[in-house]
């Protein structure tokens, strides 16, 4: 299950807000949540915590470096049941907690 289709069925259940709500520049409202994620990046696998996601982008806690524009995968789960996430992202922003990732889409 791709991560839009899984916010859409917990948004049902949990009262997540969707884009249309959105009140500010972003297209789509992040969602607070907190993930263990596995976080690749130049070869290397960190263990983070994805701390807000929606269908386009997620905010990472790291205390890693990134450049943005930077090349990211996050693998994590969203419900027991299915297989774990797999997303690749670019960097679109970073802070002094993290990173900023925006999904880039699936090929088909």
Known sequence: MDVKR????AGKCLGLR???QATH???HIRNQC???????HSGN???VLIKNLNGS???VETSQRFQV?????LKFPLHYLDPPIEVTGVVAWTG???????FQPASR
């Open 45 to 47: 696998v960190d263990s």
């Open 6 to 9: 899984w916010l859409t069925n």
């Open 69 to 73: 524009g930077e090349v990211v995968q």
């Open 57 to 59: 982008g997620a905010f």
């Open 96 to 102: 002094a907690d993290g990173v900023g990732v925006k």
């Open 25 to 27: 520049r972003r297209s």
């Open 18 to 20: 969707t884009g249309s």
């Open 34 to 40: 907190l993930i263990a994620s596995e976080f690749s």
